[in-house]
């Protein structure tokens, strides 16, 4: 898969704070322990920001060389509460092995979903470049 790349200044995830600052990372990272340790809750989220933010995730889940599992979880808490990405990589840290597994299996989950949907959206070839007046002509003899 090609890497696509969109401006920045149409990524979703900027535009809804994901990389800013915030003054209660205390409460924050509480809720993002417990919302992030819910892979149900957590996945449907992810699923939500996918459909919500496309310029984003175009940008991103074609970059194959990007953590794009982690990238969905932070865009997935920006989306549904706002909160910046450095809060959720904190609260991260303080699940257990278990709770990161089933969060990352949504993750992939629904990053091979998007991947799968792309790829049917893609045509092969350029169509407008081929021209019956330009095809070889077979010669049998």
């Known amino acids: 898969m090609k890497q ?14 994901m990389w800013s600052r915030v003054d209660n990372e205390n409460d ?10 819910d892979h ?12 919500a933010w496309p310029n984003t995730m175009l940008n991103s889940l074609t970059n194959q060389s990007m953590n794009r599992k982690a990238f969905l979880g932070h865009c997935a808490c920006c989306y549904r509460f ?19 597994k089933l969060a990352n299996n949504e993750a992939q989950t629904r990053i091979d979903k ?9 045509t092969p070839g350029r169509k407008d470049v ?12």
């Not at 149900?40 to 459909?51: F, H, N, R, W």
């Not at 998007?114 to 893609?122: A, C, D, H, V």
């Open 82 to 100: 706002g909160w910046p990405e450095y809060l959720v990589r904190t609260a991260w840290k303080e699940l257990t092995d278990e709770q990161r």
């Open 130 to 141: 081929t021209q019956v007046g330009y095809q070889m002509k077979l010669q049998l003899k």
């Open 28 to 37: 924050i990272i509480k809720s993002a322990i417990q919302f992030t340790g």
């Open 40 to 51: 149900k809750k957590y996945g449907k989220s992810m699923g939500e920001v996918i459909t």
């Open 4 to 17: 696509i790349y969109k401006p920045y200044s149409e990524w979703e995830d900027w535009q809804n704070g």
């Open 114 to 122: 998007w991947i799968e949907q792309y790829k049917n959206t893609l």
